[in-house]
């Protein structure tokens, strides 16, 4: 993002420059899969089929965002897995300050057992949400 002078507004953002460089390396690769279950499907924001790896990504924002992108990582966990075509998952927590570092988020996820076949990546960098424009009341 600061490479390419950019602050980002949300997960979007991110995860479309995420996949830009990704297609350098892995052309034709990169997409959005589709996980399927019996009942439900899911969806992680980047699949690379040739090398069975999707990536979450999660945009925070205040330290509650923060956790609350944790807890959504915990529920992708039990939804993406036990599906031989996606073994590797990474989830990606872009934070616009240092509510976390790497080491607590890698030892959270030794807490709560997280499955082994994910690996967090914690990036700082600059960032905002836009503020929504309000609907005019009549």
């Known amino acids: 993002m600061k490479s390419r002078g950019l602050t980002p507004a949300n997960e979007t953002e991110i995860t479309k ?12 690769e990169v997409r959005v899969p589709t996980i399927e279950k019996q009942l439900k499907s899911y969806k992680p924001d980047i699949g690379v ?5 999707a990536v979450e990504v ?14 959504g990582i915990y529920a992708d966990m039990k939804g993406y897995t036990g599906r031989d075509d996606w073994r590797s998952f990474y989830a990606v927590i872009y934070m616009t300050e240092a509510f976390y570092s ?14 082994y076949s994910w690996k967090p990546y914690v990036v700082n960098g600059a960032g905002q949400r836009r503020e929504r ?3 005019p009341t009549s």
Do not use: H, N, Y
């Open 17 to 28: 420059q995420i996949r830009e460089v990704l297609q350098f390396a892995f052309p034709g």
């Open 49 to 53: 089929a040739a090398l069975m790896a």
């Open 102 to 115: 790497q080491a607590d988020v890698d030892r959270e996820f030794r807490l709560v057992k997280a499955e």
């Open 133 to 135: 424009k309000k609907q």
């Open 58 to 71: 999660k945009f925070c924002t205040t330290a509650e965002e923060a956790r609350s992108a944790l807890d």
